[in-house]
Nanobody, 130 residues
Framework: QVQLVESGGGLVAPGGSLTLSCVVS????????VGWFRQAPGKEREGVSC????????YYSESVKGRFTISRDDAKNTLYLQMNSLTPEDTAVYYC???????????????????????WGKGTLVTVSP
């Protein structure tokens, strides 16, 4: 079955950096659209970054554009999110997800691209505080 396991979260000071990892099993990472979303307490789910399956193009929400970078290591079936210049507004649980482009379903918005979520992990907590 499909599983996604996030890691790499923790406490970081404003202006700092973290890199999150997501190990996937049950499918070949190279053949799927994948991405990251986050959810802070009391707030709605927010898309962060998505990567297309066709050509690997990356899409970012406006709030993280220029600060975050999505990447993958297909040989290790692992997805990454490099986060720089972190602010307290980035505090949230971060989830990785397999994605598709069919209408409906539970969706995330990554800039100009909208995706439905197939599967996601249990998340990893990122706390940005002095």
């Amino acid at each position: 079955q499909v599983q996604l396991v996030e890691s790499g979260g923790g406490l970081v000071a404003p202006g700092g950096s973290l890199t999150l990892s997501c190990v996937v099993s049950g499918f070949k990472l190279a053949h799927y659209a994948v991405g990251w979303f986050r959810q802070a307490p009391g707030k709605e789910r927010e898309g962060v970054s998505c990567s297309s399956s066709y050509d690997g193009s990356a899409y970012y929400s406006e709030s993280v554009k220029g600060r975050f970078t999505i990447s993958r290591d297909d040989a290790k079936n692992t997805l990454y999110l490099q986060m720089n210049s972190l602010t307290p507004e980035d505090t949230a649980v971060y989830y990785c997800a397999s994605l598709n482009r069919f209408p409906g379903g539970d969706r995330i918005e990554c800039g100009e691209r909208s995706y439905a979520m197939d599967s996601w992990g249990k998340g990893t907590l990122v706390t940005v505080s002095p």
